[in-house]
């Protein structure tokens, strides 16, 4: 198979071409060649698809799949379906959860409301950005499209820090402020999880929308951070708290706590997808313990927290000492 991807040296973009390589598929990768290194053997074609004649590196060229990250404007990603619809048999677009409307609502499917978009806008938030980039790469390719609205992804190689944070907190030892309940369903996908199955769905010519994420009930805080005390054999004590309390002193879910989301909060929905469309279309995902194992071993290797592919640093991640002593002391004069 001949793959091309839209990025490749970033997150999901790495991670798809990692395992396009492991398959013996050929591989080209186009970006502006600013970030990153790809495989041995990996064809690197350059370009920068904002600007005029950006897309001229994909002329000559034929693919059986295409698999594009982009996040920017969604003009930019018609052009570029556009660009390549006479020379690739499928194109894959990764989207987002965040399309939709109602970030709270549990359950949502690929029918649920999505953001109103425009498929030519240069601007927007992020939901906009995916949702209108969405309605750009389907006006374009129709039924040759499949549109990947991953979740939270989590594995080897990510740029945000969600799991490495807890890694590193948990490997500091001590008693560590854990979000209760210890049951609390988190949905997530391991990135490599995520890759294998565009790469099948895409070889395949499956197209439609399908949340791209596990189960609801794949795992829980408590076996995510089990988990992460258990693969960093540290002296870290678990500290179970209700979230009313952590709630009360101001710390935030998702950003202090990373993938933390309790019950009752706004986006809560997106931890809560339904997945049967994308189940039945053969996803599926790998124990959390063996996503947990194999991000430490990664971030033992790496060190530290890459930088985000052609994207601005993201504010910092993770509940700072001071404040989570401060919590942790709060509950113990209680």
């Known amino acids: 198979m001949r793959l091309l991807v839209l990025g490749g040296t970033g997150f999901v ?34 370009g ?17 799949v295409a698999v594009d990250t982009w996040d920017g404007a969604p003009r930019a990603a018609g052009d570029a379906a556009r660009a ?49 980039a969405e309605r750009a790469v389907r006006h374009v390719l129709g039924g040759r499209a499949l549109v990947a609205r991953a979740g939270l992804i989590i594995g080897p190689g ?7 944070w807890w890694l590193r907190r948990v490997e500091r030892g001590g008693d560590v402020l854990a979000p209760g309940p210890a049951d609390l369903p988190v949905q997530y996908i391991d990135v490599r999880d995520l890759a294998r199955w565009m790469l099948d769905a895409g070889a395949r010519r499956v197209s439609g ?3 791209a994420v596990g ?17 960093t054999g540290a002296e870290a004590r678990l500290r179970w708290t209700d979230p009313a309390s952590i709630l009360a002193a101001g710390v935030q879910p998702w950003s202090d706590l990373p993938i933390w989301l309790p019950r009752g909060h706004p986006y809560r929905g997106l931890l809560e997808q339904d997945v049967s469309r994308a189940l039945a279309a053969g996803l599926t995902c790998r124990p959390v ?27 910092s991640i993770g509940l700072a000492p001071a404040r989570e002593a401060a919590v ?4 113990e004069n209680r």
């Open 13 to 46: 973009g790495g991670a798809t071409v990692t395992e396009a390589v492991r398959r013996g598929w050929s591989v080209t990768v186009f970006n502006r060649g600013l970030h990153g290194t790809v495989p041995s053997g990996v064809h690197r074609l350059r």
């Open 48 to 64: 920068d698809r904002t600007a005029p004649d950006g897309l001229a590196a994909l002329a000559d060229g034929e693919w059986d």
């Open 84 to 132: 390549l619809a006479g020379a690739i048999g499928h194109y894959v677009y990764v989207s987002s959860g965040s399309v939709y409307t109602d970030h709270g609502a549990a359950g949502l499917t690929e029918d649920s409301p999505v953001v109103d978009a425009d498929p030519d806008s240069v601007d927007g938030d992020y939901p906009q950005l995916k949702a209108g």
């Open 158 to 164: 990510e740029d945000i820090g969600r799991l490495p």
């Open 209 to 211: 929308m399908f949340n």
């Open 215 to 231: 189960r609801p009930t794949q795992t829980t805080m408590g076996e995510l951070l089990d988990a992460c005390v258990a693969t």
């Open 289 to 315: 313990a063996e996503t947990v194992e194999d991000t430490w071993r990664w971030l033992r290797e790496v060190g530290a927290v890459p930088s985000r592919a052609g994207r601005p640093q993201r504010s």
């Open 328 to 331: 942790l002391a709060t509950q």
